[in-house]
């Protein structure tokens, strides 16, 4: 029995999604993907294959989530959040997986990505930390902080 | 009688929309929303509920405008404008517009924003201001004044 | 007969399409465009009329390419590559091939743009160039350099 809402023009191509959870349109949700309970997923995402997704997250509008990035429960991700998993792309590149460039990225429980950041694969964004509107994230973010700018850089610590 | 065009995958949720304008493809106009004579909406645009724009304007391909934002005449958003209407955004917001965090945002008669800029909510876009592109706009910005960068600079102001 | 795959919510309004080249959903290419055999053009992009686009190509999620825009073989572009036309633009724009304001962008081949770019036209991305996410170019950009940041600057030459 289906317990997650997705808008008739979403892509779902798994059935891992959890109970509560909604999806709107123009949303594509790849295969092996999963997906906690009572997420919201916005309008025109693109969720890639395998990425992992907690409880309770919030992916707004237009944010490209990548194979290699893991969201924790609580996390907020805002507008057109673009993330990465190829740290020296080109268009020659064929199996990501194979190479040492392919990097993972991980949201930790909490944490809140202001809108428009772009995420350069590789670096984990920590607890509760909060990451102001148009960063660049461009290596680890410590628990707690609050840090914006492009590259991004941390002004509180542990706050 | 229709007097505006919509492509057939757009989503329109209001009929308070003005004569001559255009509402292109996966474009989501929710409830509430009031637009326009001889607006340009381009594609994959979402218009959250009750923003008002006014006439002649145009809204380029991609831009997220939320709840909160006033657009007056003549205003060009470049592609990809993001805005924003939670000056602390978490997963666990409820109702923003219960809380102080909610902030409006205006963009006066006129003004142009460039290409992919990101606008943080309680911010007014001065009267035939210009703003370059790929702007991170913090703060208040001067009628006719130029600005750009991360975060955004006036360069030249009454010009 | 049908050589290239698009799919069924992409809109497509040429038949210059090389062999082998993918369309992924809910993109829009545009009459006039011509791309070449084997390239990858993923969700949710825009290629506008009479854009021109090489063989061998990755053009990710979200891009916006605009007319004026030339593209040669094996280009990489990142997800969310941001382009433009018009070097002031405002709303009341009519006719940009009429403007000065219209300015061509040469994206050279092999060269790859990261995540999230804006790039100002009138500039050359030179070959084998490579461009960190999250910039904004405003300038040309020499071949085989490496270059980030808001404003784009160069950190490698003829590397």
Known sequence: MKKYFHHETAIVETDQIGEGTKIWAWTHISKGVKIGNNCVIGEGVHIGPNVEIGDNCKIQNHSLIYEGVYIK????????????????????????????????????KGCSIGANCTIICGVTIGEKSLIGAGSVITKN???FSKSFGNPCRIITLNK
């Open 141 to 143: 973010i410590p628990p």
């Open 73 to 108: 429960d609580d996390v907020f991700l805002g507008p057109n959040t673009i993330t990465t998993n190829d740290y020296i792309p080109s268009a020659s590149t064929v199996d990501f997986k194979k190479t040492p460039r392919f990097k993972k990225t991980y949201f930790e």
